[in-house]
């Protein structure tokens, strides 16, 4: 009895140990290697990084449309308020050539604005290339607004029937649209040929540069064809 035991406690100490060295021998270490966290960190820090510029550019186009819709905006009730005024003279003075010159004008801003929402529609980037004009035309149409308003609010319903203030305030109106006009078309331009010439020429510092150095490489040749001769 004592022998079969004996053996049986020999057998079980033999699995035990043949079983701890099978084990260490496929067992996982546990391994930490700096250059590989510090990589996934950095790879972190990158994708932080852009995902914020993306988010913030993104926040520059809506701020974007929205000025262009403000600029619309503004430019429609200033044109209403001028039709109203005007409704209460003399239908000759409603046919000026002053009075139908504004009239065109802003039909072009609302015309560029347009084409500018239907080149933004397709590439919202391109808002981006013109965004001093829009913070400029935001900021004239809004104080064209709080003129023409505060003008006819301050002088009455019979404002335009004095000559005198009508005079100066349609010659005041019509210089700030023709301003507003201008920057709108520079605006649309800029978005356009921006989408013509694309991206990466539109934003290379050293545009002007190569275009010097080409011209005087060009002058050179044309020199040295003349020496030849």
Known sequence: ??????????????????????????AQRVVFDSRHFGIVNENSVVRNAAEMTHN??????????KQINLNCATVVAAQTMIYEGLSNVN???????????MAIVCRDILNYSTQMAELARAEPYLLL??????REMNSR???????VSGFVLK??????????SRDALLRKINTELHILSGLTYGAWKVMYYAKIKGVFSSLNPFRSFISQDRSMVEDIIRNAKYLKR
């Open 1 to 26: 009895m004592r022998k079969q035991l004996f053996m049986l406690i020999w057998v079980l100490v033999t699995v035990l140990i043949v079983g701890s060295c099978f084990l260490e021998g496929y």
């Open 155 to 164: 002088s009455g319903s019979n404002i335009l029937m004095d000559y005198g």
């Open 91 to 101: 239908s000759a003075l409603k046919g000026g050539l002053m009075v139908k010159n």
């Open 129 to 134: 290339f013109a965004e001093d004009m829009y």
């Open 141 to 147: 149409a809004v104080r064209l607004f709080s003129e």
């Open 56 to 65: 913030e550019f993104l926040d520059r186009i809506n701020a974007s449309l």
